[in-house]
Structure formats: structure tokens, C-alpha cells
């Protein structure tokens, strides 16, 4: 059994944990990220879970920083 995060294209949502994998950054960082509004996510009653779309523009975000 493989515990492999799929790609943002294969789930329409992923808890924050599983967008740190995405990433490839900390759990802590991804909260950090999402405090500081820099990561965006949706909420579902109490939970925050985060778009394909939104790691998409989150790392637009970070090329866009490294050329500045």
C-alpha cells in the first residue's frame, strides 16, 4: 500500500497537512502561511482545507518573490 499524496490535480481538496507534502514544506510553515494570508483556504464548518488552485497560486506567489 503506498501512502504517495497525489498530485493537486487528482483531489479537489487537501487538509493542511497533506498540502505541507504537496509543498514539500512543514506543517507549522503551511499554518504559518495560512495565518499570514499568503496561502489561502476554504473553510468546511471548523476544518480549512485548500484548493489545488490556491497551492497553484501559492507558488506563483513564491516565483514571483524569487525574481523580485
Known amino acids: 500500500m503506498s501512502t ?3 498530485a493537486p490535480v487528482d483531489r479537489l481538496l ?3 497537512e497533506e ?3 504537496v509543498l514539500r514544506i512543514g506543517r507549522s510553515m503551511v499554518y504559518e502561511e ?3 494570508g499568503r496561502l489561502r483556504t476554504v473553510r468546511i ?3 480549512r482545507l ?3 488552485d490556491y497551492i497553484e497560486e501559492y507558488i506563483g506567489l513564491l516565483k514571483h ?3 523580485a
Do not use: W
Request: charged share 25%; aromatic share 4%.
Open 14 to 16: 487537501y487538509r493542511p
Open 34 to 36: 495560512i495565518r499570514l
Open 65 to 67: 518573490e524569487s525574481t
Open 19 to 21: 498540502a505541507a507534502v
Open 50 to 52: 485548500v484548493p489545488p
Open 45 to 47: 464548518g471548523r476544518r
Open 4 to 6: 504517495a499524496t497525489p
